[in-house]
C-alpha cells in the first residue's frame, strides 16, 4: 500500500516537473509578421520575435526582382508581383526554417488598404515615406534636384583646437564580436556632449590609413572638430565611430605592410562593417538608422574603402568621403605591388536611383599632388560617368592638414 502511495506520488511530482519545464521552455523564434503588402519603392524590416542574441538569421527571397531582402531583413519592393521570404535560424552550426513571409508589391499608382499591412510590421528608414503620397509620382524613383556643394572648402584657425565655452563629447573604447573575423575587436566611440537614450543621432564612421588602427583618427581631433561646428549650429549632433578597418583574424600593423594578403584585410572590412560593427552600434547605442543618418570617411587606404564600401552599400549609407584615396581603386602597379583596382573606369559608378541623393566627397592636398593626385582621377572619371560630387584640393600633403579639412566640410554637409 504505502508503495503504490510512494510511487503514485512520484508520478504527480514527476508530471509537475515536467510540465513545468514544458512551460518554461523558451519560445521558438519566428518572424513578427507572416504577411507584407507594399508599393514600389517602399522598405519594411523583418522583424523576429523570440529572437536568440546566439543565433544568426538570414533571409532569402523567391523572386528578388519583386522584392529584395537584405542581410538585415530589410525587404525592398521593386517591382508588381508576388513573393516569399524564407527566414532561417543558424545556432551552433544547425540552420533551420523558421517562417516564411508572403510579400505583396502593388504599383505606386495603385491604392493599398491600411489594414493589409500588420501593426507589428516595422518600416525601415529611407529616403522617402513609407506611405504612398496623395498624388503618386509616375516611376518607383522620386526625382531629386542634385545636391548642390559648397563653392568655398576654406575653414577657420582654431577649427580643430578646444574652444572656451564649448562641451565635447565622451570617447570610450570598446570591444565587438566579429563572426567575420572570428575575435573580439576594438573600435572607438565618440558619444556627443548630453548624449541620451531618449534621441537618436546619426553615425560617421572614420576609417584609417595603412599604418594605422582604431586610434590614428584620434590625431586628427575629430571630437573638437565636430564639436565645435555643432555648439555653432553648422553641423548636426552626430556618433563618431572609429574601427580598426584591417580585418582579419590577426589586425595588427604587419612588418610589411605593402602586401596583397594585407590589402585583402581592408578591402574585407566591409564584411565586419556590414554584419557585426553595424549592428553592434544599433543594439548598444541610439542610432538613428537607414542611409540619411549614416556617414563613412576615410585617410588614404581608408579612403580607398571609403569609395569602396559606399558605393557598394548604398541602401545603407548615403554620405561618402574619400580623403586623399590611396591605390587600389583602380588598376595600378606600385611599391612593388600590382592590383587589378577594386573598380574600372566603367564601373566606378553608382545607380541613377541614387545620383541625386548620395553625397560624395572627394579631397586631396596641393602638397601631394592635388588634382594630379588618384582623387583627381577618380573625380574625372565620376564626372564622364555623370555622377553628382564635390572634389576639391586644400593645403596640406598627405597628412592630417588635409584630413583635418576633409572631416571639417564634410561633417558640415551631412544629416
Keep these: 500500500m504505502y508503495k503504490r502511495i510512494i510511487s503514485l506520488g512520484l508520478c504527480v511530482v514527476l508530471t509537475l516537473s515536467l510540465g513545468s519545464g514544458f512551460m518554461q521552455a523558451k519560445k521558438t523564434a519566428k518572424p513578427a509578421v507572416s504577411k507584407l503588402t507594399m508599393t514600389v519603392g517602399e522598405k519594411q524590416t523583418i522583424k523576429i520575435k523570440n529572437k536568440s542574441k546566439k543565433a544568426k538569421y538570414s533571409f532569402v527571397s523567391s523572386k528578388k526582382k519583386v522584392a529584395k531582402v537584405n542581410k538585415k531583413g530589410v525587404v525592398t519592393a521593386r517591382k508588381k508581383g508576388k513573393a516569399t521570404i524564407t527566414v532561417k535560424e543558424t545556432m551552433n552550426k544547425k540552420a533551420k526554417k523558421i517562417g516564411k513571409v508572403k510579400v505583396t508589391v502593388n504599383d505606386v499608382t495603385e491604392t493599398v488598404l491600411p489594414t493589409n499591412v500588420p501593426q507589428t510590421a516595422t518600416t525601415a528608414p529611407s ?85 594605422g588602427n582604431e586610434d590614428e583618427w584620434l590625431s586628427g581631433n575629430p571630437d573638437k572638430i565636430i564639436g565645435n561646428l555643432v555648439h555653432n549650429g553648422e553641423a548636426k549632433e552626430m556618433i563618431i565611430v572609429i574601427p580598426n578597418i584591417r580585418a582579419g583574424a590577426d589586425d595588427s600593423y604587419p612588418s610589411d605592410a605593402f602586401n596583397i594578403e594585407h590589402y585583402k584585410k581592408f578591402d574585407n572590412f566591409i564584411n565586419d562593417l556590414r554584419e557585426c560593427l553595424m549592428p553592434f552600434m544599433e543594439e548598444n547605442y541610439s542610432i538613428a538608422k537607414g542611409r540619411d543618418n549614416t556617414a563613412i570617411c576615410g585617410l588614404s587606404m581608408g579612403a580607398r574603402e571609403s569609395l569602396y564600401i559606399g558605393f557598394n552599400m548604398l541602401e545603407d549609407i548615403g554620405y561618402i568621403a574619400a580623403l586623399s584615396p590611396g591605390y587600389g581603386v583602380f588598376a595600378y602597379t606600385a611599391n612593388g605591388v600590382s592590383e587589378p583596382g577594386l573598380f574600372t573606369e566603367e564601373t566606378f559608378t553608382i545607380p541613377e536611383e541614387y545620383r541625386n541623393n548620395t553625397c560624395i566627397m572627394i579631397v586631396n592636398g596641393i602638397s601631394e599632388g592635388g588634382e594630379n593626385a588618384l582623387g583627381g582621377t577618380c573625380s574625372r572619371v565620376l564626372k564622364q560617368n555623370g555622377v553628382n560630387h564635390w572634389f576639391y584640393t586644400t593645403e596640406g600633403a598627405h597628412d592630417f592638414v588635409t584630413w583635418k579639412n576633409g572631416l571639417y566640410n564634410f561633417a558640415k554637409i551631412i544629416f
Design 127 to 211: 529616403t522617402e515615406p513609407t506611405a504612398a503620397p496623395a498624388t503618386p509620382e509616375p516611376t518607383a524613383t522620386p526625382t531629386r534636384e542634385p545636391i548642390v556643394y559648397p563653392e568655398s572648402h576654406d575653414a577657420p584657425s582654431g577649427f580643430d583646437a578646444a574652444q572656451n565655452g564649448v562641451t565635447y563629447g565622451t570617447r570610450e573604447k570598446v570591444t565587438y564580436y566579429s563572426s567575420v573575423t572570428g575575435k573580439d575587436r576594438k573600435v572607438n566611440i565618440i558619444l556627443p556632449a548630453g548624449y541620451t537614450e531618449e534621441k537618436q543621432y546619426p553615425v560617421i564612421y572614420l576609417f584609417h590609413g595603412i599604418g
